[in-house]
Every structure is written in C-alpha cells, then in structure tokens.
C-alpha cells in the first residue's frame, strides 16, 4: 500500500506542474484545469492509501469522517464557485484564501491542544500555522469585503495598530513556550489567536483599491507557505512540494504585480492609504467633457486602419466581453488590424482581464502586453477604453501627488481619438479623476459597455 501511496504522490505532483504549464496557454488553459484536478485527486487518494497503511486499524467512524468531511467539502465548494460569476473570481479567490488560513489556524489548534507536550521545531512549526493562518484567514475576508465594495475606509493610525499587534503576538507566542498550566496555555493561546486576527485586518485594511492586485498575490503566497508548514508538521511529501510551489509562484507574482504598478512593497503595506486632491467624484472633477454617439463612432471608424482595445473592470461588470469579440470581428471584416492591450493589474486580480477575454474567444494573439500596447498606440487611428480607468488614467505620469504617480500605464493618449466607453464619470477604484478625459482628442460614451459596443456594431452593419 506504501508503494501505491507514494507512485499516487508521484502522479499527482507530475499531473499538477504539467496542468501550471498548460495553464500558461490560453488556447489549452481548460485542458491543463482538468489535469490539476486529476492531480489534486491523486494528492488527496493517495495520502488516505498511504496513512491507511501506517495505522494497523482505522476505525470505521474515522472511516466515515473522512468520507463525510470530503463530501462536505466537495459539494459546499462547488455550490459557492458555480453561483459566483467570472466578474466575481477576485472575491471567491479572497475567499477560498481566507478559508485555507482558517484550516491552518484549526490544525494548529488540534496539534498544540491535543499534546501534553509540544516542543522544539513541531511548536515552532505549530504556532506559525496558527498566527500565519489567523492573519491570511482575517487578511483574506478583509480583501473579499473591500473587494465587493462593502469596505471603503481605512483607520487613520493603521500601521500604529499593526506595530501593537505584533508585539502582542510575539509576547504571548514567548509566554506560550514558557509551556505554562493546560489552562493558562489555552488563554495565552485564544490571546494569540485574536491579536493575529487583528494583525491581519489591519495588514489587509492598509492596502488601497489600486493596490489589491498585490495583496491577492501576497495572500496567495501566504496560502503556499501555511501548506508547506502544515506537510512539515505531517511529515507529508505533497503537501510541502505543494506548499513550496504555491509559495513560490505567490511571490513570483507578488514582484511582477509590484513592477507593474511600480510600487515598493513596504509602501504598499505600511504606508498610509493616501488621498488626491483629485478625488471628487462625477462631473465636477472635468471641464472639457465632450461626449459622442454610436452613429458617429461607426463612421469615423470607416477611416481608421488601427484600433486599439483597452478592457477594465467595466467590461467585467457589464458582461461585455462577447460584445467586444463581435467589434473586433466586425473591424476585421473592414481589413482594420485590431489589438487589445491589457495592464497586468486590469480588473481585480492578476490575469482577470485575460480570462475574461480567453472566454469570448479572443486570440492570444489579438491581445498585448503593456509594453508592447503602448508601441501599437503611437500608430493606433483609434483606441477604446472599456470599463477602464486607472490603468490608464494620465495622472500617474504627469501629478507626483497622486496615488498612483509612478505606475506605467497604458498610454492611451498617444491615439489619434480616444472614445472612452463607461457608465457615468465616476472615479475608477484608485477614487481619483482622471485627466485623459479632459483631452481634446477625448470622447466619452456614456453608457452601458454591452449595449454600446453593440449598438456601434450594428451601425457598422448598415451599408
């Protein structure tokens, strides 16, 4: 049964990195999901083969505790993640994190509790699960909260609140080596526990709207490592290979979020969220505002050879993505060369963008870097913004008090027109104004993403 368990681990984890790589390829990103679902199905097999042969007899209530607990967990998390929409991953993703802290949290409870005696590198391993768990578990529900707009604020004296929990956390981590009285180890414990909790809340509630690309990473990374602390303290193979991998590819993206948005970590974290004189929102904010009609759009179309798409979180929302496809078909059939340009940190979460352009059937090779998208828009005829703001918005070029002075942007502006696509002239999630749309070469189409792009496709289809 040894042999069967550790052949499992072997698939599993060969099954797991080939599904990574194909998930690097739009076009074999499904085919790639499934192989990290064999995998993770062999993980899970093989560790219950494995552990069944260390134990001579497992009771058959343990029997059904396993069973019952993975088919709770199978059918509980496949109702939560087919009732949530694509525009809505960021929030499951937070989700899930938390959720992974929260399970880190529990076996740490259920190793120091359950032990008359717990020393050395298995406390040491124990009380990093429980204090890393709480913070990604409490850190992850504040990014699910902030990301579904029920969270806006954040406390004026945050990072103070921080230090505090911090050394809380260390003082009582030092009094729970000391190994005191059963009782006295339990309150230190529940002590521990909240003030990581806390520890957590304030870490996440510090991190402004534009920076939350980065805090998913960094929770992502965090999710990695409590694996990999958890399969030290079980003496399990996969979990630490897993626990590395994630851990890894966390902080890989962590850094390539940062290059993105050009921001230093520490200031990401510690710093306090600050505000632009910017940042009133609606029409008060501009003073050259000139709007256009779909009419107008399809016949100046007629004249132009390059166009270029800039998606955000508003095509997202609005469920646009098909409606894009349909524009971008469209053009081509007018020999006009079409290319969308995606920022790394478009949407909510790495990647969002890209998934939701990969479901209508855009070619990854339709779709550029931002390097390579600001290259397009020095010749572009022609540039639709969608939903976007921040990513594109001037600010961050040419205002050193703003927020986001200093992220590389995708450089809109360098279009002959802009027609920017969005609901009303509100601020993007950065809550700052944006001064492309007082440009001269500007034009606003206000109104919803899907019924716009379709009313421009079907004036494109009158001859």
Same mark, same amino acid.
């Given at each position: 049964? &040894?042999?069967?368990?550790?052949?499992?681990?072997?698939? /599993?984890?060969?099954?797991?990195?080939?599904?990574?790589?194909?998930?690097?390829?739009?076009?074999?990103?499904?085919?790639?999901?499934?192989?990290?679902?064999?995998?993770?199905?062999?993980?899970?097999?093989?560790?219950?083969?494995?552990?069944?042969?260390?134990?001579?007899?497992?009771?058959?209530?343990?029997?059904?505790?396993?069973?019952?607990?993975?088919?709770?967990?199978?059918?509980?998390?496949?109702?939560?993640?087919?009732?949530?929409?694509?525009?809505?991953?960021?929030?499951?993703?937070?989700?899930?994190?938390?959720?992974?802290?929260?399970? &880190?949290?529990?076996?740490?409870?259920?190793?120091?509790?359950?032990?008359?005696?717990? %020393?050395?590198? %298995?406390?040491?391993?124990?009380?990093?699960?429980?204090?890393?768990?709480?913070?990604?578990?409490?850190?992850?529900? @504040?990014?699910?909260?902030?990301?579904?707009?029920?969270?806006?604020?954040?406390?004026?004296?945050?990072?103070?609140?921080?230090?505090?929990?911090?050394?809380?956390?260390?003082?009582?981590?030092?009094?729970?080596?000391?190994?005191?009285?059963?009782? %006295?180890?339990?309150?230190?414990?529940?002590?521990?526990?909240?003030?990581?909790?806390?520890?957590?809340?304030?870490? /996440?509630?510090?991190?402004?709207?534009?920076?939350?690309?980065?805090? @998913?990473?960094?929770?992502?990374?965090?999710?990695?490592?409590?694996?990999?602390?958890?399969?030290?303290?079980?003496?399990?193979?996969?979990? +630490?290979?897993?626990?590395?991998?994630?851990?890894?590819?966390?902080?890989?993206?962590?850094?390539?979020?940062?290059? /993105?948005?050009?921001?230093?970590?520490?200031?990401?974290?510690?710093?306090? +969220?600050?505000?632009?004189?910017?940042?009133?929102?609606?029409?008060?904010?501009?003073?050259?505002?000139?709007?256009?009609? /779909?009419?107008?759009?399809?016949?100046?179309?007629?004249?132009?050879?390059?166009? &270029?798409?800039?998606?955000?979180?508003?095509? &997202?929302?609005?469920?646009?993505?098909?409606?894009?496809?349909?524009?971008?078909?469209?053009?081509? %059939?007018?020999?006009?060369?079409?290319?969308?340009?995606?920022?790394?940190?478009?949407?909510?979460?790495?990647?969002?963008?890209?998934?939701?352009?990969?479901?209508a059937n855009v070619s990854y090779e339709n779709t550029l870097e931002l390097d390579q998208g600001n290259e397009f828009l020095l010749e572009a005829d022609y540039c639709f913004i969608i939903g976007a703001n921040d990513v594109v918005n001037t600010s961050a070029e040419v205002d050193d008090k703003s927020p986001i002075y200093g992220m590389p942007i995708i450089q809109a502006y360098q279009a002959s027109r802009v027609v920017i696509i969005k609901r009303s002239l509100g601020n993007g999630y950065a809550g700052i104004a944006n001064p492309l749309f007082d440009e001269n070469h500007t034009r606003m189409y206000l109104t919803d993403a899907q019924k716009g792009l379709t009313?421009?496709?079907?004036?494109?289809? +009158?001859?």
């Open positions: 049964m &040894a042999i069967i368990g550790n052949v499992g681990y072997t698939a /599993a984890m060969t099954s797991l990195v080939f599904g990574m790589i194909l998930m690097s390829n739009p076009e074999k990103a499904k085919k790639g999901n499934k192989i990290l679902i064999v995998g993770m199905l062999l993980a899970v097999v093989s560790t219950i083969v494995l552990y069944s042969n260390l134990e001579a007899q497992i009771p058959w209530k343990n029997w059904l505790l396993i069973i019952g607990v993975l088919a709770l967990g199978t059918v509980v998390g496949g109702k939560i993640t087919w009732g949530y929409k694509l525009t809505k991953m960021p929030e499951l993703i937070a989700l899930f994190n938390g959720l992974g802290g929260l399970a &880190a949290v529990l076996i740490g409870y259920s190793g120091l509790i359950g032990s008359t005696r717990v %020393e050395g590198l %298995e406390f040491t391993l124990l009380i990093t699960s429980v204090v890393l768990g709480m913070v990604t578990f409490s850190g992850s529900l @504040i990014a699910f909260f902030k990301l579904t707009g029920k969270l806006t604020k954040s406390l004026s004296q945050n990072r103070a609140f921080m230090v505090l929990c911090l050394s809380f956390c260390v003082l009582f981590v030092f009094k729970l080596a000391m190994q005191s009285n059963a009782s %006295e180890f339990g309150m230190n414990l529940i002590f521990l526990s909240f003030f990581s909790f806390l520890l957590g809340v304030f870490f /996440a509630n510090n991190v402004g709207g534009a920076d939350m690309p980065v805090l @998913i990473s960094v929770l992502n990374g965090f999710t990695g490592v409590i694996t990999c602390i958890t399969g030290l303290y079980f003496e399990n193979t996969i979990m +630490i290979l897993l626990g590395v991998f994630v851990g890894f590819t966390g902080l890989v993206l962590t850094i390539q979020m940062s290059k /993105a948005m050009n921001r230093n970590l520490i200031k990401v974290f510690f710093s306090s +969220i600050k505000t632009s004189n910017h940042s009133s929102e609606g029409a008060e904010s501009y003073h050259n505002i000139q709007e256009i009609t /779909a009419a107008t759009i399809a016949s100046e179309l007629t004249f132009v050879k390059k166009v &270029a798409i800039i998606p955000g979180f508003g095509l &997202a929302t609005a469920h646009a993505q098909h409606a894009c496809k349909k524009l971008m078909d469209r053009l081509n %059939e007018m020999n006009i060369d079409v290319k969308f340009i995606v920022h790394p940190v478009a949407g909510r979460m790495p990647g969002h963008m890209n998934v939701l352009l990969a479901e009313s421009i496709v079907d004036e494109l289809k +009158i001859d």
